[in-house]
């Protein structure tokens, strides 16, 4: 995307950085997910996740919180925290897939910027404020972060015709343009950013090398690395789990928006349009020390919590037509989470503690 090379202060009235962009489109007084499109209309209207698959997902979920509940020996509370629960569809369906017996000791906690939802299942307890800061602390269970990472705002710098990487500025349009170097740290510091840390994590995760054909783009994954370190810091004992989509090596541009029923479009921080951009997985990971054992993809998680998306024997259709019927769909489901080319491909980074 080629965008216009100015001195940062010429825009400073109408540009700035991507991150500021992107926070105050997202989370702001208007913003998409506190007060805007997102809130009102629920994220599943935006993008179908793994949540929206349903319950074959929920169940999944479930059995890894048994797992939690074992190894921290039955405790007379089992935390079980969502953040950026969206409705709470989540928590609900986990709640429902337990055995009563350990359903009555789950302490069912959504966090979400948005307001609680109207006539929300009574066993869940609702936190309205922005993670990581709002996520209680002191979690004994299981947190989990589904697609959140991929919303926590970035900044992005580009190539400019002088083969210079200088941090892109946006306008609330979508108008970009060139600003500070990244060498410049005077210039970067008029942001509240630091152009040292963004040298420093370029040149760890993408080896100090970079295309410098003009217009080539990185983002910028440390927000996303303090947000999990965050998470993850709340939590005493049991399991951290953030799902998401990502990719693992050098930084890229992925950057987007996605407006109703998951169409694409241009990336505009208005408040109109949900913004994401691809996590850096290996460098979240590494950020709480989570091992490569740590990092798995959705289809090896989601089969290793008896997730299975075999197809029942057609004799049941004749034997039994209402349990055939009701396997297929549970198979088609689970082929849906399963899928490399869609949800399947998606990276499971879990930490046990």
Known sequence: MAVDEVPADEHAER???????WERAAFGPLGFYSHGAGARLGPARFF?????????????????????????????????????????????????????????RVRAVAVDVAQQT??????????????????????????????WLDDIPLDVVEVDDHGIERLVLVERDGTEHLGPALDDDTGWAGWGLSAQRAREWLEHWGGGSHDAAAGARRELGMTRDDAWRDIVSCLDAGTALTIDYGYIGVPRATLTGYHLRGHEVRPVPDGTVNLT?????????AATGVPERGVTLQRDSIAALDVSATL????????????????????????????????????WIRLDR
């Open 15 to 21: 540009a700035e950085p991507w991150s500021l962009a």
């Open 48 to 104: 179908r996740t793994s949540v929206h698959v349903g319950a074959v997902f929920h169940r999944a979920i479930a059995r890894l919180l048994l797992e939690v509940d074992a190894r921290l020996g039955s405790p007379s509370q089992l935390d079980l925290v969502d953040v950026g629960a969206g409705r709470g569809e989540l928590l609900v369906g986990v709640l429902d897939a337990l055995p009563h017996a350990v359903a009555t």
């Open 118 to 147: 109207p006539g929300l299942d009574g066993r869940i307890a609702w936190i309205t404020g922005q993670a990581p800061d709002s996520v209680p602390r002191g979690v004994r269970g299981l947190v989990i972060a589904h697609e």
């Open 277 to 285: 951009a691809h996590v850096a997985v290996d460098t979240v990971a």
């Open 312 to 347: 029942p024997p057609r004799t049941l259709a004749i034997s039994d037509p209402a349990a055939y019927a009701d396997a297929l769909e549970t198979a088609s489901a689970a082929a849906e989470l399963v899928t490399l080319s869609g949800l399947g491909g998606f990276h």
